[in-house]
């Protein structure tokens, strides 16, 4: 019943952003947080017709539907961009990977540990949570006619390749963190994390140079039909996290590593079928998550952190990325517009959800730290929801005070022209 009536809403919601189509994008609101509002409306605070446990309290069904969920977003993204533009935006991820992403998970422990008060090792789990900059949420700031009229091809190729990479990479430091908090020690964690990284870069390797020539194969004898080649990247993806959970790596990373080794194998006419993948995912697979989490809000935990709590959420979403970016500027080769768009653009989201409940199924369960980590997800999703639009605007009109020439003259080709 719960979960039909989530498919219910999902499916209508989904119709109407179908119906609305890129208008939608002109205006301040994103795809989940539709869900969001649309499971709070129809969760236990309001109508009650999805009667479901606060996160606080039963979080076992959130680590799996975010991991399928990142699974197919993070192959998006590999496959968005030519290969060729991907090998040109190594330098900036890289720094934003190695330099923004460990400095990120510190601030926000930071914070975490001066407004509520935790110990150190709450601190470093909502720390290392809501470090990595969510593929699912920033799809909606990068892609549609609108993003790619404003903004310039390679900030939305670095934000988007950023948030695909970091996810994955983002496990170190959660098994630094659950080292913190108690059961690993050092040396487990570090072994682990490299048993985690080293073994997903091999399996994304392997299966996605075999994907694509196995792809190349059946288009050259022709037996490949055009309708599923569409839907063979999302299988793919999913045969990987499959393969990473049985074997114990860090699936999400390779499910990337999948895609980007894929790309590389497969890049030709026949790729261009998989990109409308990418806007059908983030725009409509993303809704009945959404709708689940806004059900399950933990409105009372929530009451408990009290103005801590806010201003967590206010201080993270402020603090957490911006100064990086703008203090990172020179190295990332970025104007003082670009940088700032960045910088505030570093959503938080599905992937600090996943990691949220990775942590509790390592540790079980901390009712500060899903508190207070849900409410920092939930204010990204409104704040950053709202403010794509006028952020597009803003920059526009920043960059042409500049005198630079206008972002794309034909939306939507440049990024993945071969």
């Not at 076992?60 to 197919?72: F, M």
């Not at 790309?263 to 790729?271: Q, W």
Request: glycine share 12%; proline share 6%; aromatic share 6%.
């Amino acid at each position: 019943m719960k979960t039909d009536l989530v498919l219910l809403a999902g499916g209508l919601v989904a119709l109407g952003v179908a119906a609305l189509s890129e208008r939608l994008r002109r205006f301040p609101v994103s795809e989940p947080l539709l869900g969001l509002l649309a499971g709070i409306v129809l969760g236990p605070s309001v109508a009650g017709l999805l009667d479901v446990r606060p996160l606080t309290e039963d979080h076992t069904w959130l680590h799996t539907a975010t991991r399928i969920l990142l699974a197919i977003s993070v192959m998006a993204v590999a496959l968005r961009y030519p290969l060729g533009a991907v090998r040109s935006r190594i330098r900036p991820v890289l720094i934003l990977l190695a330099v923004a992403l460990p400095l990120m998970a510190l601030i926000t422990a930071g914070l975490s540990a001066w407004l509520l008060g935790v110990g150190l090792g709450s601190a470093a789990l909502l720390g290392a949570a809501l470090c990595p900059t969510d593929p699912v949420l920033a799809s909606s700031v990068v892609t549609g006619s609108p993003a790619e009229r404003d903004l310039p091809a390679r900030d939305r190729q670095v934000l988007s390749l950023e948030s695909g990479a970091n996810d994955g990479l983002a496990l170190p430091l959660v098994l630094v963190a659950i080292a913190i908090a108690g059961p690993l020690t050092g040396a487990e964690a570090a072994l682990e994390s490299l048993w985690q990284v080293a073994g997903a870069v091999v399996v994304g390797l392997v299966t996605g140079w075999l994907g694509g020539r196995a792809l190349r194969a059946g288009e050259e004898h022709g037996s490949t039909d055009p309708g599923p080649l569409a839907l063979f990247t999302a299988v793919l993806a999913l045969t990987v996290l499959g393969l990473s959970g049985l074997i114990h790596v860090d699936g999400v990373l390779a499910v990337f590593v999948c895609g980007l080794a894929f790309n590389g194998v497969s890049t030709g006419s026949e790729r261009t079928s998989d990109v409308p993948i990418d806007e059908a995912v983030n725009r409509f697979l993303v809704l009945p998550l959404f709708i689940g989490i806004g059900a399950a809000l933990p409105w009372a935990a929530w009451a408990d952190l009290g103005w801590r709590g806010l201003l967590l959420a206010g201080a993270v979403l402020l603090l957490r990325r911006l100064p990086i970016l703008v203090a990172l500027r020179r190295p990332l080769r970025l104007g003082w517009p670009d940088a700032f768009h960045l910088g505030w653009f570093g959503p938080i989201g599905v992937s600090a959800l996943f990691y949220l409940a990775l942590e509790a199924k390592r540790l079980g369960a901390d009712p500060t730290v899903l508190a207070a980590g849900s409410l920092v997800v939930v204010a990204s999703v409104v704040v950053h929801g709202v403010t794509a639009a006028p952020g597009r605007a803003a920059y526009r009109a920043a960059t042409r005070h500049e005198g630079r020439p206008a972002a794309a003259a034909a939306p939507g080709h440049n990024d993945r022209r071969g």
